[in-house]
């Protein structure tokens, strides 16, 4: 049973993946977030060549991630556009500075969620898929398995 449930993981991911890199765009993309055994967040990126370490969730990002996804997931898909507010299940993160040393600080400005976290730093990968680290990023949350 065991071995069945782990083929059908591989197989659901694999789906994911191609589903996720055919949809490549910045104006409304999902991404596949997944927390590992030892509690760390990262984001599924294919196109990404850079290593594993950069794709970890940190200063805050992980803490978001927590929030929207219950004890009992290890993943989480989110819905994330630099210029379309979603209408429901919707997060704002605003832009307050940019990092001296990579990324920017951003801020969760609105929410229809029970958001506790205020603020938290998003890395340069954020600009290797928005083209730049943008003004406002607009999340929703799709699902947590």
């Not at 994911?16 to 890199?21: A, F, M, T």
């Not at 594993?52 to 290890?74: N, P």
């Not at 990324?103 to 929410?111: F, I, K, L, Q, W």
């Amino acid at each position: 049973m065991n071995k069945i449930k782990m083929m059908l993981l591989s197989a659901y991911n694999k789906l994911l993946r191609k589903l996720i890199s055919s949809t490549i765009n910045s104006e409304n993309r999902i991404f596949r977030f997944y927390r590992v055994p030892s509690g760390r967040w990262y984001v599924d990126l294919p196109e990404w060549r850079g290593g594993r370490w950069h794709l970890e969730m940190v200063s805050g990002a992980d803490v978001l991630l927590d929030e929207l996804c219950s004890t009992d997931k290890d993943e989480v898909h989110i819905q994330v556009s630099s210029r379309k507010k979603y209408k429901t299940d919707s997060i704002t993160l605003t832009k307050v500075a940019d990092s001296p040393y990579d990324g920017a600080d951003y801020v969760v400005s609105e929410s229809d969620l029970d958001i506790k976290l205020k603020d938290l730093w998003l890395c340069g990968v954020t600009a290797f898929v928005f083209g730049d680290m943008p003004e406002k990023i607009y999340c929703r949350k799709i699902f947590a398995v």
